[in-house]
């Protein structure tokens, strides 16, 4: 049954480029209060274009309705869970909002003098020295925009620093459990990737690694929880490992949702990391971004970081340029410092005891959601779950239905589905991470949906596969988008 | 909870860790605080920033005006909370608002295809280099000196491992704009990519057809950089481009000390599968309907791991939603007018400056004033904030700094500015 949802009419609505009316507007600017000027005769006839072709003409309130109109197609952790896992949807407090609009930061250019920056260096350092407590590492940079950003900045540290010692060498060793970034920013930075399989407890095969890792090899990327959401029980062994060789440690930051407070990286070995600020941190995700991939780093990677790197100059905040041996930059000016407004808040907000409050109470959800899925998904690894569960959909494949088809119809009971077929080493994964915010009413329903579709799989299994029913839209043609793109709207 | 799943206590959850990993000890952090004590610590952190002055620095982030409505829009929870639009039939307002912003960067960069947006204006600079390289199968890249600064150190970045040479071609001192006749010299048969930025990091506008003409000849792409978006609105559109790439933080995105911001990659259409990040395309759904989802991911990460176009994943929503918000109201008209008022802001400015360059400009402009530093430290005790002194980024420029004039630079304001840097 479904409970959590009652059908509702939604608004239909038009591409904006179809509602447009010559001469409509929804601005207004001040009046020039300096003498009007000839484009044409300043920058020359050839310079200057002639109006731009289809764009849109619409008044204000058409440009609300429009957007609000679009915003009620979305599913949004406001309206309940949103169990992507490995994507940590928490909810995102209304007060890191607030705090990111106030002036003197919202409004700060960043080369306006330093002097007159002194609260925004202020933010950077302290949440620097919160990151790098809770990670157990000795230093932090915020440059890098978003976790992918952060790993290809991490693995370029790595690189410095082995290049520092004589050799930067060739391969990075990656589980196959790991994110698909990883392999693609081992590329990026200049690395050929070496596969580690997974044993049969979804954990490193740590027999495998000791055979492959060599002076050859730069390091292991590592995700811990891994991506089956269990912790590497011999992490420890494994750095130790990877250390013996001279390589280093990477650890991908995506699951810190599960140790904040709990275990701290830089005690088990990890030399570099990133975390996702707008994971583990609450920064909304804003239906794709912004992020903020911070990483941290241990002491003898500090020469290397991006630069400008903050000092302390008789009691003020200053940037540091000198640093010759920095890899450079990742990005202009200093990092996504909007989002980083918004992650102290969230720390400050939460303290120590209460950011560990929230890890346990992240694992207990998964945990108690995976007692209560177990009887009707298969699991095909059985070590205790940190912060997310992976099922697998092998008996309702059985009946013809996969993992993406439960998705979909997950939805008609007004949930968000999960995250489907991944990790790649659980056949047809069933990836579920509730975090902390989810009270127990909002997981019994997801529990009690979860089952009644199980039990719709084993009555009617072609019913399951027609949904969504309940959405604007049926089921997405997504072979032929891509089969003949269309990407933009052209006039009729 | 804790009965349901066998355990004791929370700590219990935990028993299955290796003991020597555990952390003995609470966190060294503060406890927390209430909303009303976060408030007041951000408030002081703002209150010890800039607050209440008029500022002429550009360089790559403006101060333009942010009509009320954006933040409205963004601030919809169904925007602001959710997640990439993976699963496409609960995520079509964000897909559809995608849509339109890649039409609309398409329709003012004269490009074919744009995607869902990058990092950053910076960051694109590289991917667009690599894209190059992969379509051209040639491994070395030629950009402008007059390239923002910063763009160009993030290009060395990250073209350092990946066998990617990058040569820097210089400007002409008398003009402001790139030096044709070396930029030819400086292409070889490797050259994969030309990248030049015009309005220049100088405000000054390049001659882009003439630079597409000498990297076509030579079988390099064209790829055109731009960090002011309000330029859009009033110059020809970057057609003879093979790919533009750039800053959309001009359209209501705040400076914010330099992010998040939301950059983009549009190309022609034969290039499309080489696009880096997200596309969203249309589609039907199982009626017939028309409908939204991401599209061609089989270039992305997530699928070809180590051999993906990029490692990016997120692109920058929200704020990509902020500039097509901000598209949509100015609309045909209001993007045109806007550029007028920036044009007539900083001619009005630079009206009887010692000017460095004699080429146009747009919005911004490099002034001789003997000592930038000590002309700054004299507007801001009139609560100014002057031009950005260009020593740093350019020695031959040290005695001069690079000022912009917005639509949100008032007339009096303007004239202490003139007064300062004439004096």
């Known amino acids: 049954m479904i409970r959590k949802v009652t059908h509702n009419i939604s608004q239909n609505e038009s591409l904006l480029f179809e509602q447009s009316s010559p001469g409509k507007v929804g601005y207004q600017l001040p009046d020039l209060d300096v003498p009007s000027v000839d484009a044409a005769a300043i920058l020359g006839a050839a310079n200057v274009r002639s109006e731009i072709e289809g764009f849109p003409e619409v008044s204000e309130v058409e440009n609300v309705r429009h957007y609000t109109r679009l915003s009620t197609w979305n599913y949004a952790i406001d309206l309940g869970l949103y169990p992507l896992g490995s994507c940590t949807m928490k909810y995102n407090p209304r007060v890191n909002e607030l705090v990111a609009r106030l002036e003197g930061l919202a409004w700060a250019h960043p080369y306006q003098p330093e002097s007159l920056s002194q609260g925004a260096l202020e933010v950077m350092s302290t949440l620097e020295n919160a990151l790098a407590e809770i990670t157990g590492m000795d230093a932090v940079t915020l440059q890098p925009a978003a976790g992918a950003h952060g790993e290809l900045t991490g693995v370029l540290l790595m690189r410095a620093l082995l290049e520092s010692r004589g050799n930067p060498r060739k391969r990075l060793l990656i589980p196959d459990s790991a994110h698909g970034t990883n392999p693609a920013t081992a590329a990026m930075a200049g690395y050929s990737v070496e596969n580690i399989r997974s044993n049969s407890r979804g954990m490193m095969d740590i027999e495998q690694l000791a055979r492959i890792m060599d002076e050859d090899a730069a390091g292991l990327m590592v995700t811990n929880p891994n991506t089956v959401g269990v912790f590497e029980q011999e992490i420890v062994k494994v750095a130790e490992i990877v250390h013996a060789k001279g390589g280093l440690m990477y650890m991908d930051g995506a699951n810190m949702n599960a140790l904040v407070g709990i275990t701290r990286p830089g005690d088990f070995g990890i030399d570099v990391m990133h975390l996702n600020l707008h994971k583990t941190f609450s920064t909304p995700h804003g239906g794709g971004g912004p992020g903020s991939g911070a990483v941290a780093i241990k002491k003898e990677l500090e020469p290397f970081l991006p630069y400008p790197r903050l000092k302390r100059i008789s009691d003020a905040w200053a940037w540091d340029f000198d640093r010759p041996q920095s890899i450079g930059k990742v990005r202009a000016f200093y990092g996504n410092f909007g989002v980083l407004v918004r992650a102290l808040a969230y720390i400050m907000a939460h303290g120590g005891p209460g950011l560990r409050n929230a890890t346990m109470d992240a694992v207990l959800n998964a945990t108690y959601i995976r007692k209560g899925l177990e009887p009707y998904y298969d699991l095909p690894l059985t070590d205790p779950s940190m912060h997310e569960v992976v099922f697998s959909h092998d008996r309702q494949e059985k009946l013809g239905v996969k993992t993406m088809d439960i998705a979909k119809r997950l939805i008609d009971y007004g949930f968000h589905p999960y995250t489907t077929a991944f990790p790649m080493i659980v056949h047809g994964a069933i990836m579920i991470e509730p975090t902390e915010t989810e009270s127990k009413q909002e997981i019994d329903l997801f529990i009690d949906a979860m089952i009644s579709i199980a039990k719709e799989i084993e009555d009617d299994p072609k019913f399951v596969l027609g949904a969504p029913y309940s959405q604007r839209v049926a089921r997405v043609d997504e072979t032929t988008a891509a089969r003949k793109p269309i990407v933009r709207w052209k006039p009729a | ?423």
């Open chain 2, 1 to 423: 909870m804790l009965d349901a799943c066998g355990v004791s206590s929370l700590e219990g959850l935990f028993a299955h860790l290796p003991q020597e990993v555990m952390l003995q000890r609470p966190l060294q952090l503060a406890d927390g605080k209430s909303e009303y004590d976060i408030i007041d610590y951000f408030k002081a952190r703002s209150a010890e920033c800039a607050t209440g002055y008029a500022s002429f620095l550009g360089a790559g982030v403006y101060s333009h005006y942010r009509p009320v409505v954006v933040d409205t829009i963004v601030s919809r929870a169904e925007f602001l909370t959710s997640y990439t639009p993976y699963q496409a039939e609960m995520a079509q307002g964000t897909l559809m608002a995608i849509f339109e912003f890649q039409s609309m960067v398409c329709q003012l960069t004269g490009m074919d295809v744009a995607n869902a947006s990058m990092y950053d204006g910076s960051s694109a600079v590289p991917e667009a280099a690599m894209m190059a390289v992969r379509i051209t199968g040639r491994d070395r890249v030629v950009i402008a000196r007059t390239v923002h600064p910063e763009y160009r150190t993030v290009l060395r970045t990250y073209a350092k491992h990946q066998g990617m040479p990058v040569a820097e071609s210089g400007y002409d001192s008398g003009t402001g704009m790139l030096d044709l006749a070396a930029l030819d010299a400086a292409i070889d048969d490797q050259t994969a990519a030309v990248i030049i930025q015009s309005p220049n990091f100088f405000g000054t506008i390049e001659d882009v057809k003439a630079a597409a003409e000498i990297a076509h000849k030579k079988g390099a792409l064209l790829v055109h950089v731009f960090t002011e978006a309000v330029s859009l609105g009033l110059l020809a559109p970057p057609k003879e481009a093979d790919i533009v790439c750039g800053e959309m933080q001009s359209y209501a995105i705040s400076p914010s000390y330099g992010g998040p911001f939301a950059g983009i990659i549009a190309t022609k259409e034969k290039h499309i599968r080489q696009i880096p990040g997200r596309l969203v395309g249309e589609t039907k759904d199982a009626n017939g309907k028309r409908a939204y989802c991401l599209t061609l991911s089989t270039r992305e990460q997530h699928i070809r791991r180590e051999k993906a176009t990029s490692n990016i994943c997120t692109n920058q929503a929200l704020i990509a939603l902020m500039a097509t918000v901000f598209m949509s109201l100015y609309g045909k008209q209001g993007l045109r007018e806007l550029a007028e008022q920036n044009l007539a802001k900083a001619h009005y400015l630079a009206d009887g400056l010692p000017l460095k360059f004699s080429a146009p400009f747009f919005n911004e402009f490099v002034v001789k004033c003997g000592d930038p530093e000590a002309v700054n430290k004299g507007l801001l005790s009139k609560k100014i904030i002057g031009g950005l002194p260009l020593g740093s980024f350019y020695p031959e420029l040290s005695d001069s700094m690079l000022l912009c004039a917005t639509e949100m630079c008032k007339r009096a304001d303007i004239d202490e500015v003139k007064k300062a840097v004439a004096r």
